[in-house]
């Protein structure tokens, strides 16, 4: 089953990288009690991801943050320590995006927002969505038809829902 608006987040424990290395996250723990943006790509590097999806959240971040998100998170079927390179190299993490990694795809999963194309060697990968999340609850859900398009799911276009 698809998570819906309306629906509580799955229990989930993701991965980040931290100072000493790689640190679990309680993903209920994070957001309980708080207002947060989570989004989700199909691959770290992968060429929408990279130049379309995470750069959205990057021009978005500080307006989200004065309509009252306390976090923007994106998560990745990726390890922690290629989240923490691509953060790095995109700028995410210096403008205040959370990269978590979901290396498993059992959070993703979980959703139900999974998918495979062996194609092009994405294997039990995340579909391309973001999301407002308040106190573990889906306010508002945004998903892409297509893996490769980042229309619905940009940062713009979840500040315009807000």
């Not at 993903?27 to 309980?32: N, T």
């Not at 308040?134 to 940062?155: F, Q």
Request: charged letters at 20%; one cysteine or more.
């Amino acid at each position: 089953m698809t998570i819906s608006t309306g629906d509580r987040l799955p229990d989930a424990t993701l991965v980040h990288m931290g100072a000493d290395g790689p640190e679990q996250v309680n993903l209920g723990e994070r957001i309980k009690g708080r207002k947060v943006v989570i989004f989700a790509v199909p691959g770290a590097f992968t060429p929408t991801c990279h130049s379309a999806h995470v750069p959205s959240f990057i021009r978005a971040h500080d307006e989200l943050r004065a309509k009252g998100v306390d976090e923007v998170i994106c998560v990745s079927v990726n390890d922690p320590f290629v989240m923490g390179a691509w953060g790095a190299a995109t700028g995410a993490t210096a403008a205040g995006i959370t990269m978590l990694g979901d290396p498993d795809a059992s959070f993703t999963t979980a959703l139900g927002l999974d998918f495979t194309a062996p194609p092009v060697g994405l294997i039990d990968r995340s579909q391309r969505y973001s999301m407002l999340v308040e106190d573990g609850e889906v306010r508002i859900l945004n998903v892409e038809d297509n893996p490769g398009a980042c229309d619905v799911s940009a940062g713009e276009a979840l500040l315009d829902a807000l």
